[in-house]
């Protein structure tokens, strides 16, 4: 009876989902994506531009390849990218090279969660801010928002080399009536206090978080983050608004036990 149970529990979620009514979305799946470094040598706060540069000679190391900007297309939506300097910034900034946007690399997340290109994030030496189209959510009586993050364990400090500026990941969701959601914020406090308690990214694991956007008519959604060091990287894939709240997705745990409870009834 408790596997019958198991089972129906799992087939109950993935019809119930399957029922929801999808706003808007992305999964960074139209945009090109690299696995190559994004170069700029401006150090001033400015948004960012698409570039796909070969280097102007050999050696020179000052080719640049990445998509940080998109405007919607293919059914999903567009997002804008912008550098702002910190206290950590000195003369690097985004200018030694760095990967940052649309991704296709998977060695380190170990795939992504929806299609084969993600968003990433890494030693910007500042703070990046991408900040995605805003959501029409009129004539839907309940709205909510998930995304899927994946952020690396290592050492993310709450102050880097004595500048008063830490590692931070800030994600909000801003309202028509300027009221915001936020569905994670480490500012002034150390990432690894952060990380894995309720309602947080996990270190290592694809994430998913959420939050319910009912009552509201438009939502804006930002990712603000910012690190100093090629090992702090986050990725985020399957961006989703819909007018069903999100099922939360199974731990490794939880896939593991529904794999045995299978085995265990086919052996029967």
């Known amino acids: 009876m408790k596997t019958k149970g198991l089972s129906s529990l799992l087939l109950i979620s993935i019809a119930t989902s399957a029922q ?6 992305t999964s960074f799946e139209i945009p090109t994506g690299y696995d190559d470094d994004y170069r700029d040598p401006d150090l001033t706060d400015h948004v960012l ?10 050696g020179a190391e000052d080719s640049s390849f990445g998509t940080v900007a998109f405007t919607a297309s293919g059914g999903e939506i567009g997002f804008s990218t912008r550098f702002v300097p910190t206290d950590f910034t000195g003369t690097n900034g985004l200018s030694d090279g760095d990967e940052i946007g649309v991704s296709t690399q998977a060695d380190d997340n170990g795939g992504f969660t929806d299609g084969v290109q993600g968003f990433k994030m890494e030693d910007v030496d500042g703070t990046l801010i991408t900040t995605f189209d805003t959501v029409d959510l009129t004539g839907f009586s309940a709205s909510y928002l998930s995304l899927d993050i994946w952020v690396n364990s290592t050492g993310w400090e709450l102050e880097n080399s004595g500048a ?13 009536d300027l009221s915001v959601a936020t569905l994670v914020d480490t500012t002034g406090e150390d990432p690894d206090d952060v990380w894995g308690t309720p309602g947080a990214p996990v270190e290592g694991e694809w994430t ?16 603000e983050f910012s690190s ?4 702090e990287e986050i990725y985020l894939d399957n961006i989703v608004f819909s007018d069903t709240a999100p099922i939360p997705e199974p731990t ?10 299978f085995l265990i009834r086919r052996r029967r």
């Open 208 to 223: 998913q978080l959420t939050a319910d956007l009912s009552g509201h008519t438009s939502v804006t959604l930002a990712v």
């Open 49 to 58: 531009a698409n570039a796909a540069k070969l280097e102007s000679s050999p």
């Open 20 to 25: 929801a009514a999808i706003i808007a979305s």
């Open 228 to 231: 100093n060091a090629g090992s």
């Open 252 to 261: 490794s745990a939880l896939l593991s036990l529904i794999g045995s409870v």
């Open 164 to 176: 008063l500026m830490g590692d931070a990941l800030k994600i909000t969701a801003a309202f028509e």
